[in-house]
């Protein structure tokens, strides 16, 4: 797999140029408001009152660290992991990039977790009851550390779009959800990766609850044909920014992180 993906660095470290410049500033501007009624639930879950900061213990912060040695060899290929009588059924992904800080810096030995719906945009899960069928051979959930530069990939199959109960005819765009751990599980970021050109990310009211077009094009993955594999796998890039001004959005932390 290494030998198909171009370690490039990310595109907001210019050629030449110092990685390392000064702390860069979160933009708080970018934030979707936790009110926004075009999002039907956000009304309900939006707070009323100024939110309270608790101090993490220490037991919090410094653990339980989670290493290698528990990760299973097909935690991060979701088209065999749950597989009973076959592979996952769908286009087969692969979906790779890098976790860094705001200076551009890989960030090694990091927890990713990725959960989706299947290529008929269906769960795995007793709530969902879509009318698409299930994949038995599909379990939709994986994980991996990242390298010591900060590098992750998986494979997967590309989900489908599916219907939801916001107003009539609301349909989610095809996305895949992401879970990330720091130094303990109390350090937990989660966010969600969308497709290249898919038509129903300018209509999602989740995605335009968004109030800046930059932030939105964070959360894209764009196709990456030099770490496809021929005649088999097409592959996207979804680098994650964890501070500054180019952070990508996350939905738990939208105050900042």
Known sequence: MNDL???APPAFVKE????????????YAAQSPAYTPIYKTSVLRSPRNAL???DHTVSETTGPVFGHNELGLLDNDLIMNYAKDGEAIGPRIIVHGYVLDENGRGLPNTLVEFWQANAGGRYRHKNDTYLAP????????????????????FRTIRPGAYPW??????????HIHFSLFGNAFAQRLITQMYFEGDPLI???????????????NRLIAPLDLNASVPDDTMA??????LRGRRSTLFE??????
């Not at 030449?16 to 933009?27: A, C, H, I, K, W």
């Not at 300018?202 to 939105?216: G, H, R, S």
């Not at 738990?252 to 992180?257: A, H, I, P, S, V």
Request: net charge negative.
């Open 202 to 216: 300018k209509v999602c009211p989740i995605i335009k609850t968004i109030p800046d077009e930059e932030a939105v």
């Open 52 to 54: 309270l900061s608790i």
């Open 16 to 27: 030449g140029t110092n990685p390392y410049p000064e702390l860069f500033r979160r933009d």
């Open 5 to 7: 993906v171009s370690h």
């Open 236 to 241: 996207y890039r979804f680098d994650m920014v």
């Open 134 to 153: 299930i994949d038995p051979n599909f379990g939709g959930c994986g994980r991996t550390l990242t390298d010591e530069n900060g590098y992750y990939y």
């Open 165 to 174: 109960r916001n107003y009539v005819n609301s349909w989610r765009p095809a």
């Open 252 to 257: 738990n932390r939208l105050e900042g992180n």
